[in-house]
């Protein structure tokens, strides 16, 4: 082999791969500095910042200010959906044009997203959970008569999903009453009467969000307190037998 074809087969192609690897070292991201937030979250599969939930609460709280602000619920049940099934719950609407709105969310059980999508009587979809969201309000207009189906469907294998459910159909009391129809003394009290079962609702909700939290909270404390006594048992049995190793080895007096 002369030095030129040594240089061809053997040089050049040393220098290419040592230029590739520095290129890829300079353009490899800086180290990140893993603390217990990263330890959480790969131990329990969840991350503890709320700065996402808080997100999602300001936006669901802005949809309800804005296009529930006079729902009342026809309907509110709780159900649940075991893994890989799916629920479908229909709504016959006779008169139109007619206002559908309601809401929707996971208990704690739930680990993972829900789908759930509204059909209409022509089997067009109206809404669907397309940001696989564990909570979510729908609101819509139609001028279809018939059956308006709103499907639930669990992907998850092994969870059981805990759903709330609610949901009213019709237009506000508002926009069907004036003052030329009615008594101003009858308008105020329907308004009170409006205005309580409003906020007998919200707090229904609340109170169902607020105790999936703490549900959630309380098994995320159980399971750290499991893992801490199986350290504490894994550290005394390595104590244990550290004493029974170094016991032996003091009692064997035989010269080596």
């Given at each position: 082999?002369n030095?030129?074809?040594f240089?061809i087969l053997?040089?050049v192609p040393?220098l290419i791969?040592?230029?590739t690897v520095e290129?890829k070292?300079s353009a490899a991201?800086p ?7 990263a ?5 329990y599969g969840?991350?503890?910042t709320?700065?996402?939930v808080?997100d999602?609460q ?18 509110m049940l709780?159900f649940?959906?075991p893994?890989?099934d ?5 709504e016959?609407i006779k008169y139109?044009p007619?206002?559908?709105r309601?809401?929707w969310?996971?208990?704690?059980e739930g680990e993972?997203?829900?789908d759930?999508k509204v059909?209409d009587p022509?089997?067009k ?7 696989n969201?564990k909570?979510?309000?729908f ?5 279809h ?6 499907r639930?469907y669990?992907p998850?294998?092994?969870t059981?999903?805990?759903?709330t459910?609610?949901?009213h159909?019709g237009?506000a009391t508002?926009?069907?009453l004036?003052s030329?129809?009615i008594?101003?003394?009858e308008k ?5 009467d409006k ?14 969000r607020l105790?999936s939290?703490f549900q ?8 750290i307190?499991f ?5 504490s048992i ?5 104590t244990?037998?550290?004493i ?8 064997d007096?035989?010269?080596?």
């Open positions: 082999m030095l030129k074809t240089i053997v040089l040393s791969l040592s230029q290129t070292e991201p180290p990140t500095e893993v603390g217990f937030d330890d959480f979250k790969d131990l969840e991350d503890p709320d700065e996402d808080e999602d300001a936006e669901l709280t802005e949809l309800w200010e804005t296009h529930m602000k006079d729902f009342v619920a026809e309907d709780t649940e959906l893994g890989r799916s629920e479908i719950f229909i016959n139109t007619t206002k559908i309601g809401a969310f996971v208990g704690h993972n997203s829900l759930f059909v022509l089997g979809e109206v809404y669907n959970n397309k940001d969201k909570e979510g309000i609101y819509f207009d139609t001028h008569q018939g059956n308006f189906e709103f639930f669990n998850s294998f092994t059981t999903q805990k759903v459910f609610v949901l159909c237009n508002d926009s069907l004036t030329t129809n008594d101003p003394l105020k009290l329907r308004t009170i205005g309580i079962r409003d906020v007998h609702v919200e707090t229904k909700f609340a109170a169902k105790d939290h959630k909270v309380h098994s995320s404390h159980r399971r307190y893992l801490h006594i199986f350290e894994a550290i005394l049995g390595l244990y037998f550290q029974y190793y170094i016991k032996r080895i003091l009692a007096k035989r010269i080596i």
